[in-house]
Each structure stands twice: as structure tokens, then as C-alpha cells.
């Protein structure tokens, strides 16, 4: 199963009476897809994820915003809530067995925790999370981008598709033009971070990934080279 990627973040003053509209705007700062350019779920989850969820709402039909979202939320206000909100984000796209770039809509998930959600995740997860997707829309297949170690989606080094995407890689325009595909996502994701930064007190954000020892580093690197 492929890694994802996770945004995480912190703001100065979070409480169980700032987090909601905290939350709101921080879903105004998200990079939604042109395509679909509105939320379509939103899940309040109490106690934990293992819990059924205490409400659910499909937005498609709504077109609902963030201060609609926040009025829903706020339904449910608790310390031991969270609000996970769903939406697409559009996204270079690689496609190993065609060989072809797509720039289409991919998930995002966009999560508040509440300050006692499943024993205070905050500590770990962040007031704030995305779900931003595959790690390899940021860091690209077997570790072709930038020196370091990468994780390797292949499930062994003679898989016939790994063989065929390195064979496709190894022409220097390809691989140019792959490099270039996925610094636009690296920098649509930084973009999105400065944007929260001004929408939000915040005191610290962390890009993480489930394959990666130092994700952000990694990021710094592919966009630094040329």
C-alpha cells in the first residue's frame, strides 16, 4: 500500500472555544480542485477513530463553505471531537502503466482534533491535519529525485514496472520533465503553508510522511534541484 503524506498544525491559542473557527479558516486556505472546487463530507468523530461517527454530512448537494461547515461543527462541539472534513485537490499525476501525466483531482482530508480527542492526539497529530495524499506525488517513485534514502513502491527491485519506468526515466527529457511535474506540487503544497500561516496564529507546522525520515527536508532538496 502506497505512503501517504500528512500536513500538521499547531496555533498558539487553541481551546475547545477558538478550534472551530480556527478550523474554518483553515479550510479557507485549502487549494481546493478547480473541477471540484467545494467540501463533500464532513464527519464529527468523538472519543476516537474506533468509535461510530457521531454525525455525517454529504456536502456535494450543499456546496457548503467554511462558515457553513463551522455552523455544523458547532453542532457538536466537544473537548473529545474531531471534525474531519473531505475535499479533492488537483495534483500532477504520474501514471506508471501508461506513462502519462495527469493534472487531476485528488483526495484531501482536512481534520480538527479537539483537545481531548483519543487521549489528546494534538500532542502528535497536530490541531490541524491534511491527508494531502500518496508521498510520491511530493517525492516521486524509487528515489529518482534528489540524493537520500526513498521509500520504494515497488515490491521488489525486478518488478516489470519499476524495470519500464526506469528504462522511461533514463531519457533526460523524461526525467526533466518528471522532476518538473513534481516540484509544481512541492511548491502547490508550500504555497498552501504560507497560506496558513497568514490565515492562522500558528506555532508550529510539521510535513510528515509514512516513508520518509525527514519529508520536509527531502521537499527542500527536489525543489533546490536543477
Not at 60 to 77: I, S, T
Not at 98 to 114: A, D, I, N, R
Not at 122 to 139: I, N, Q, W
Not at 200 to 209: A, F, I, K, Y
Request: charged share 20%.
Amino acid at each position: 500500500m502506497a505512503n501517504h503524506a500528512y500536513l500538521r498544525v499547531w496555533t498558539r491559542d487553541f481551546s475547545l472555544e477558538t478550534m472551530i473557527a480556527e478550523f474554518a479558516r483553515f479550510l479557507a486556505t485549502a487549494p481546493l480542485s478547480a473541477e471540484h472546487a467545494t467540501f463533500t463530507e464532513l464527519i464529527v468523530q468523538a472519543v476516537d477513530a474506533t468509535e461510530t461517527p457521531v454525525a455525517e454530512w454529504d456536502l456535494r448537494p450543499l456546496k457548503a463553505g467554511p462558515a457553513e461547515l463551522a455552523a455544523m461543527a458547532m453542532q457538536h462541539l466537544n473537548a473529545d471531537t474531531a471534525y474531519i472534513v473531505s475535499a479533492k485537490w488537483d495534483l500532477w499525476s504520474f501514471d506508471i502503466e501508461s506513462l502519462k501525466w495527469q493534472h487531476k483531482p485528488e483526495p484531501l482530508v482536512l481534520t480538527c482534533h479537539g483537545p481531548e480527542y483519543d487521549g489528546g492526539l494534538v500532542s502528535s497529530a497536530g490541531h490541524f491535519m491534511a491527508d494531502l495524499g500518496f508521498e510520491h506525488f511530493f517525492t516521486g517513485h524509487g528515489g529518482l529525485l534528489a540524493p537520500g534514502a526513498a521509500s520504494n513502491p515497488f515490491n521488489s527491485s525486478d518488478h516489470p514496472m519499476e524495470h519500464t519506468f526506469r528504462q522511461w526515466m533514463a531519457v533526460s527529457a523524461n526525467l526533466k520533465e518528471y522532476h518538473a511535474k513534481t516540484r509544481e506540487n512541492i511548491q502547490q503544497l508550500f504555497n498552501w503553508v504560507e497560506a496558513i500561516e497568514r490565515a492562522l496564529p500558528v506555532q508550529r507546522s510539521e510535513l510528515w510522511s509514512e516513508g520518509e525520515e525527514n519529508f520536509e527536508a527531502r521537499l527542500d532538496a527536489i525543489l533546490a534541484q536543477r
